[in-house]
């Protein structure tokens, strides 16, 4: 099953290369109150294929609730062009403000996880948590991407990489290697 | 204690600024045969104060072993001037080679943990391995920095990003919008 949107398939074994570089990303989940995004930097691969990814999402974070509940979650990359509506999502919280609304960003039915995805940003990745043993210590959440969208009408993709207190680095000149690494 | 090289102190509290914005790193072991390096980016922060990083170490580096039985490991943070060299020590394994002597990198002793500090890395991390529950099912450790320095000879600390494939993108401009985060 296809997202409404224009979203086209991402290959799975391509995901790594937009959540390694390290960009700030948004995450969704689906709470009784309805659909809530909030603004993350704690994020790492773990697996190549299937595409896994572990994240930190505070148990203070209004997002914590949803995601353990329903086990589900989408994260967008937004590119540079967002980043206006990624500091703005990131200053306040769920519990106050629709955010989605108030920020004008659309939301759009994921095919497979109870959470939405997320207009504008580039790519959007559906994802289940298939581990919690960290979640009480650190809240550490490790999620599997179960299927990956890009959107094609988004070619300028280059993303923000926070240093904290707002300051970002913008991605720059793109430089290639004789690496033997994927 | 200070360590012997002309590194200063920098303080825990900044640590996130650094491997927040996700760039490749270089970690550090000592294992029987000696000191080995490998290039990672599969890091995140988890905890600000005392900072705390998760990272995943596959099984099948070299560096594993070390990391496993010594709970201890640096993380030194490359400039971009040193691309090359963090391309060539990920494309090696420590089994075959001296990384340390064949890529021309100084090691200095830390003083904290049993692992070497890493020259020409602008900041170097002392860590140590606080949780492994997750090393059997995904290699993913939970480090602590116990102590930090920085390199203030080296004043150009433009980072690089994997993007798969030795293609990197370069921190670019720098932009500040008014974030309530830290």
New interface residues.
Partial sequence: MKPAHGFTALPLD?V??LI????VVLLATRGRAGDNVM?M???????FTPP?I???VSGGDFSFTALRANRACVIGIPPLAM??QV?KI??CSGRNVDKFATFDIPAYPAPQVKAPLIGGCFANLECRVI?T??VN????F?LEVVAAWQDPVITDR?????????????????????????
């Fill in positions: 391509e790594y290369t390694e570089p390290g960009p603004a930097s704690w994020h790492m691969m773990v697996e896994r572990a994240c930190v980043a206006a500091v990131g200053n581990d043993r960290l210590r650190f809240n550490l490790v280059r993303t923000i990489h926070h240093k904290g207190y707002g300051h970002f680095a913008v991605d720059g000149t793109d430089i290639t290697l004789p690496s033997r690494m994927p």
